[in-house]
């Protein structure tokens, strides 16, 4: 629904209904988009961040569903510890 800012003001029980049955409202000044008034999606935050991260186009999901490998520490093998991250670092 695209309504203009003083309609909005006159209006504005009607469109929070419109919000509350889960609608969004683009709001217009002089006929240019504003702003959107739109329901806050309740449930898990972190699937709704992921979900408007993914609707923006910053991610992508993955292709298969699967956990991550385990992890599997190296032995250092004598060496001290800042040496051997930094040859880690340096095989990447």
């Known amino acids: 629904m695209h309504i203009g800012l003083r309609e909005a ?15 969004e409202v683009l709001l217009t000044e002089r006929g240019r988009p504003l702003a959107v008034l739109r329901p806050i999606r309740n449930g898990n935050k972190v699937k709704a961040v992921i ?20 992890w599997k520490p190296r032995p250092l093998r004598g060496r001290r510890l800042a040496k051997a991250i930094r040859q880690e670092r340096d095989k990447r």
Do not use: C, M, W, Y
């Open 51 to 70: 979900q408007r991260l993914e609707d923006a186009g910053f991610l992508h999901p993955a292709s298969k569903r699967a956990g991550l490998p385990a």
């Open 9 to 23: 003001n006159q209006q504005f029980s009607r469109l929070i209904k419109t919000v509350r049955g889960g609608s």
